[in-house]
């Protein structure tokens, strides 16, 4: 069964598995708005550089970046990914460097979800190596119990708890980015 079929329905199916809505697309737009309105009050008068961690975070940030309403500039890199399988595999490798020269730059790194927390780890010390003059984080998820290494989130959609989810950015083996509203896995209880 797809996933794009049943895209408006509270019960998605990908990869032969039962996934029910967590988040819906209000919630998730109202949240992103207050996060979008926290960064122009908090960089007011600068330019940031928001780099977005691909595949993940392409749907969050458009939607970050249209209710920013200061001056920005954005850019990409890419980790690999988990694969097809639902558990971190612990290991990060960039297969795409960012192109902006942020030396002297305001940046903010804008994950989709952190989970263990090594990729934002990786990405932190990575953007560190090119001297920006601030680097701070954004992440629309946050699975605090999975976190093994604290890294400093300073803009945080939702606090979840250990549940593997999709959609709005979110895969599982590639399928799922496609869905405007953030499903769990069946059987496991929103917090
Ligand atoms: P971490 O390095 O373990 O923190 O994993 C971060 C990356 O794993 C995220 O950028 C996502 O690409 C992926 N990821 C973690 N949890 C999930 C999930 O529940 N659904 C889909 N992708 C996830």
Do not use: W
């Not at 708005?33 to 458009?62: C, H, K, Q, T, W």
């Not at 989810?165 to 869905?179: C, E, K, P, S, T």
């Amino acid at each position: 069964m797809s996933t794009s079929n049943l895209a408006k329905s509270d019960i998605v199916y990908c990869r032969g598995e039962k996934f029910r809505l967590y988040l819906d697309r209000e919630t998730i737009a109202n949240r992103v708005a207050e996060l979008g309105a926290r960064i122009s009050a908090d960089y007011e008068g600068r330019v940031p550089v928001l780099i977005g961690v691909l595949n993940g975070s392409f749907m969050f940030l458009a939607d970050l970046l249209r209710s920013i309403e200061i001056e920005c500039e954005v850019d990409f890199l890419k980790l690999s990914s988990y694969g097809a399988s639902k558990i971190s595999s612990g290991v990060v490798r960039e297969l795409k460097k960012i192109d902006a020269d942020i030396e002297g730059r305001d940046v903010i790194i804008v994950e989709d979800i952190v989970d263990t927390g090594l990729s934002m780890q990786f990405i932190v010390d990575r953007i560190s190596e090119d001297n920006p003059s601030s680097v701070r984080t954004a992440t629309l998820l946050h699975k605090h119990e999975a976190t093994r290494v604290e890294s400093q989130l300073d803009y945080v959609g939702f606090r979840i708890k250990n549940l593997f989810v999709i959609g709005y950015g979110l895969d599982y083996g590639q399928l799922a980015r496609n869905l405007d509203q953030i499903y769990i896995l069946d059987g496991e209880e929103p917090q």
